[in-house]
Every structure is written in C-alpha cells, then in structure tokens.
C-alpha cells in the first residue's frame, strides 16, 4: 500500500473525529437535523444483496409495480456525507487514498469500519439516511420517468449473491431471510424482471456481453487450498444493471439541475485494430471503426458456440478495450461517454462507503437537491478526476500483487508443469498470460516474441516469488 502512495491507517486527527462520531439521530417531521426534507420509506420491504462476507453495504433496493406493466426500481443509497463531511480529517484520508482496497490478506477500507461497516452502512434492521434514485422501467427496458431524494430506508434482509442467484436459478429455496419478509420473494421477482429488462435494451443498443472470472483464494489456515472461479449470475447482474441504470439517473439529474458533475467514461478502445483481427481468427468479420453493436453481436456468437472458453475472450477483449476513466463534466457539456456499457451518461454514485467519486457525487446531488451552488468548483473536480483514476489504477496494482502472491503460494509446488494459457497483456512492458485451467496470471518470461493478446498458448511454469507475487511462464508452443 505505501509503495502505490496509500495511506494505511488514519491519522491522529482522524482517530479522534472517528471517537466522536455517534449515529445521526431520528428523523422528525419529515426533516434531518439539518432542516432537509427526508421521505420516511422505512415501511418498504427493501434489502440488500451482495457478497457474502460483505459488511460494508452501500445500497438497497426495492420494486413496485403502481399500475400497468410499468414497473418502479428504488435504488437507496448510503448517506455517507451526513457523517464524512467534506474537508473533515476523515474526508481527507477517504480523498488521499479515494478506495477501498481489497486483498487476499487484509481489506483496507476507504473509510474506517465503524463508519463503512457500521454508522453508515445500511445494516439489516437499522433505520439510516440514504439518498434514493428511482425510475419507471418499461417493458421493453425504456426508462420513462426518474427521480432523486433522500429518505429514511430500512434494511429488512441482507442476501448474498450466491443465495438470490440459486433460488431465481430455481436451483435452491428461497434463502431464508428473504423468505422471513410478507412479499419479498415476490418483490425480487419484480426486479428480475425490470433487470432482465434494462439489460436487454442496453445490449440493442451495443452494451458488451462480456463475463469474466474473478479468482477468490480459500485458505486454510496460512495455506491456500485453492483458487475458486467466481462467475457472473442472475443475482450479480440484477445489482450491476440497477446501478448503471441508477448512476445515468443521477449523471441526468445534475446536468438538468445545471451542476458539474465527475463522470465515469471508457472511450473508444484504442486497439480496434487487434479486436478485429481476434474477431477474424473466430471466422468474424468486424468493422474498420469502432462498432459496440457488431462487437456484441460476435460476443454473443461465441459465448453460446464456446462457453466454458468465453470468458477468457472477455479477459482478452476487456484488456484490448482499456482502462475507464474519471473526467470532470462542465453542465451543458458532452462526456465520451461508456463505450462498453453503450450509455452516454454516467457516473458513479451508489458506493459511496467504498469510492470516493461516489462521496463526490452525492455531494453535488444533495447541493441540488437544495438548490445551491456546487460544492467544488470546476478546477478542483477536474483534479480530483485526475486524482481518483490514478489511486484507482494503483489499488488494482495493490490487489494484483496480492493475488498473484496468493496464486504464487498456490503453485509453488508445481514448477515445471505445463499449462494451456491465454495471452492478456502485450507490450514494450513484457507479456502476460493466464492459465485457462486455474484463474492465475503471469509474466511469459521466455518465447514472448510475436505474441499478442487474445492468442492461445501452452507455457511451462518456470519460477514462482511469493514475497514478490512473481509467477514466470515458459512458452513452449501454441496451444492444442
């Protein structure tokens, strides 16, 4: 963490501001402390679906459907900023390090854990400020109507992903604490179905079908017993296609109310040339220009004829599309926009307790709310833009060097043995590839030349650096 310029602990000053802190008290006659006015929604049967071991939880969610096929998603996001006020010791220590880092080892939160795990997490069976955005979702996947303001939320049952995603797979009951709340199961099929929904427009409208397989390391004491492959589900989607379809809301909301605001953009991806060519070794023919539309349309092709395969053409496509991006957006302006999501509006609003762009956002939003000027002025968002990509970029360095110290760990034991692999990563830099039969990445230290990403070798596992995270492959030929 030093080495990547974190902060790993609080300062002093923070401590002391941390000691002090106490919940924000009740909300009477439809106003907070601070005069706001503050819907009381806690009667809604809202809950919270995450991971499971997740304690920091930034958002619930909730549907109705008030007539028609019309349905209503509510999605309540944590007030963090009721506690974390701007320019605070703690503020200060969230905006150095801007992220919430999360190792093999250890998670290093944004913000302390009595705030993130507590005073500003909305925990089952605790009434908490949040600010709320809510939209009409068509059936066809048109967003109709949206709204944005605050209101008091109670959590009536923390899920996991693995629970909600078997059930709506009708691969297991109910879990439990959903079952334990009148008209929950009934809700949550209510937003499977708007999330069916707004996934299915944006895909028309060239959202990337890519699926990628992120690598948890299960321990046994000090030892790793394995890498488990976590994969996408219908669970993990409902929650990703509500929080883009939430954070276009609020991108709308504060250019209507006129205010800057910290955009998230992917632009268009500099290698086009070598995702055609990757298109064209599959029998596809792509586009000379950048095309999300035909770009989808070939992921779609490959994920049904090779799905165990896909999600290494995701890896391979994800790499050679680039890293996204903070920009600060003058009102009236026009961002780049996410090429890979294909939305032209969008920020990031709906973890405030993990990123500090979301705790930027929710500023501006309760500025507009009120209907005074923004809090930042446009220079410093566009240094805090600058600021928050680049801590972003070093806490994936942080948490890369960890895996691969937890995958080197892992394979110790195994210099000499041979791998089918695929190449992630080409450059003046080195080149990199990852075992298709174990989620681990590492540097092609012999046979590099003339290997670019997306291509399908075999490499022989030469040395392995726990300490360092280094994991060295010796190409030996192309794959079979």
Not at 83 to 92: H, N, Q, R, W
Not at 371 to 399: C, I, Q, W
């Amino acid at each position: 963490m030093r080495e990547r310029g974190f902060l790993p602990e609080l300062s002093e000053d923070g401590r002391a501001q941390l000691t002090a802190l106490q919940a924000p008290p009740a909300m009477h006659g439809g106003t907070d402390w601070d005069g706001a006015a503050v819907r009381d929604l806690t009667a809604l049967p809202w809950a919270s679906i995450d991971n499971d071991d997740s304690r920091d939880l930034d958002q619930l969610t909730v549907a109705d459907a008030p007539s028609g096929d019309v349905l209503t998603i509510r999605v309540a996001v944590a007030d963090v900023d009721a506690l974390v006020k701007d320019g605070s010791p703690i503020d200060a220590y969230a905006r150095h390090n801007t992220t919430s880092v999360y190792t093999a080892g250890r998670v290093f939160p944004m913000l302390p854990e009595r705030l993130s795990t507590d005073l500003t997490s909305l925990n089952p069976d605790q009434t908490r400020l949040a600010v709320v955005v809510e939209f009409a979702v068509a059936p066809d996947g048109a967003i109709q109507r949206s709204a944005v303001y605050r209101a008091q939320v109670r959590n009536h049952a923390q899920l996991t992903y693995h629970g909600v995603a078997a059930w709506l797979s009708a691969e297991a009951p109910i879990p439990e604490a959903a079952a334990a709340v009148p008209g929950l199961s009934e809700n949550l099929r209510m937003q499977h179905q708007a999330a069916q929904a707004l996934r299915n427009r944006r895909h028309e409208h060239g959202a990337l079908s890519l699926e990628t397989i992120q690598a948890r390391p299960l321990f046994s004491g000090d030892q790793i017993e394995r890498l488990d492959a976590e994969r996408a589900s219908f669970a993990t989607m409902l929650i990703e296609d509500f929080m883009i379809a939430a954070n276009g809301v609020t991108a709308r909301f504060l250019a209507d109310a006129g205010l800057p605001s910290l955009r998230r953009v992917v632009r268009e991806p500099r290698r086009w040339d070598r995702i055609v060519d990757l298109a064209r070794t599959h029998g596809t023919a792509l586009p000379a220009d950048p095309d999300p539309v035909a770009l989808d349309a070939f992921l779609l092709v490959q994920r049904a004829a090779d799905p165990a395969r896909f999600p290494d053409l995701s890896l391979a496509v994800i790499k050679l599309l680039g890293a996204g991006e903070y920009i600060a957006e003058r009102p009236g302006a026009t961002a780049p926009g996410h090429f890979g999501l294909a939305v032209r509006d969008y920020t990031h609003s709906t973890a405030p307790n993990r990123r500090y762009p979301d705790l930027i956002t929710q500023r501006l939003l309760k500025s507009a709310l009120a209907g005074v000027a923004s809090p930042y002025p446009f220079d410093t968002l566009v240094d805090l833009a600058a600021h928050v990509t680049t801590m972003e970029d070093a806490a994936r360095k942080v948490e890369r060097q960890v895996s691969k110290s937890a995958a080197a760990l892992l394979l110790e034991s195994r210099v000499g043995e041979e791998f089918e692999a695929l190449v992630t990563g080409a450059s003046e830099k080195g080149t990199w590839a990852r075992l298709l039969a174990i989620p681990v990445e590492g540097r092609v230290s012999r046979g590099e030349r003339g290997l670019d990403v997306g291509d399908t070798i075999r490499v022989r596992l030469s040395s392995t650096d726990v300490e360092r995270g280094y994991i060295d492959f010796d190409c030996i030929g192309t794959a079979r």
